[in-house]
């Protein structure tokens, strides 16, 4: 049957949201349910308006993306094409590498408030932004720090209601989570409430001062 052709080309060309169904996570896998919150939405469209310039690169390595899935052949300028195989659809798939993505969790000693105005895009691009040594914070009281990296962060354990990250700073920062920020989580450090941050508009953030922390 032509459907299950077509369904079977979907899933094997890893089109959004079908990476799920392998365990994969998605950053820009588009809006397909209605439910995404109101922070995401200026971003799809941008990283596709965006693709293959600096600063669609840059969108891609905040939000921790490795890699890029894409139907069709010339590949992305900026972006590595390691591998590029025909689907069922009969069509080329190819799958491109994000060079120096971020990680998932990392800390960072600089602040920089968010814009109050505007979709949040413009912040995250802004040229003096450098998002490997600062953070933009949706907080009144955010703003100076020490730039640049301070530490490292690892997530040690995942489910779907709760994240735990370990972490090691030698000074005060803060700690990033590359996971959609909703005011309904909640965070503490070594068991003790702290405020939830949005990080870089759309991720989740805390303070966290020097040492070794969970």
């Known amino acids: 049957e032509p459907s299950w052709s077509a369904a079977l080309a979907s899933v094997d060309a890893l089109r959004p949201p079908s990476g799920v169904r392998w365990g994969l996570f998605g950053s ?4 397909f349910t209605g439910l995404e919150p109101r922070s995401l939405l200026p971003f799809l469209p941008a990283a596709v308006r965006l693709s293959g310039t600096p600063d669609g690169l840059r969108l891609l390595q905040v939000a921790n ?10 590949g992305v300028p900026g972006l590595e094409l390691p591998e590029g195989r025909a689907t069922g659809a009969g069509c ?15 800390v960072v000693g600089g602040e920089r408030r968010a814009p109050e105005t505007g979709d949040g895009v413009a912040g995250l691009l802004d040229a003096a932004f450098d998002p490997r040594r600062s953070v933009l914070l949706a907080d009144p009281h955010a703003g100076g720090g020490d730039p640049g990296p301070v530490g490292e962060a690892r997530v040690t354990s995942r489910r779907s209601d709760a994240v735990e990250v370990e ?11 590359v996971e959609a ?6 965070v503490t450090v070594d068991g003790r409430q702290a405020p939830l941050l949005a990080a870089n508009v759309l991720f989740r953030g805390v303070r966290v001062p020097a040492g070794h922390h969970r």
Request: charged share 25%; no cysteine; proline share 11%.
């Open 28 to 31: 820009f896998d588009g809006q």
């Open 92 to 106: 080329e798939r190819q799958l491109l590498r994000v060079p120096e993505p971020l990680p998932r969790a990392y």
């Open 65 to 74: 993306v490795g890699h890029v899935v894409r139907l069709g052949r010339g």
């Open 167 to 177: 972490a090691v700073l030698a000074r005060p920062g803060v700690l990033v989570l």
């Open 181 to 186: 920020y909703d005011p309904g989580w909640r």
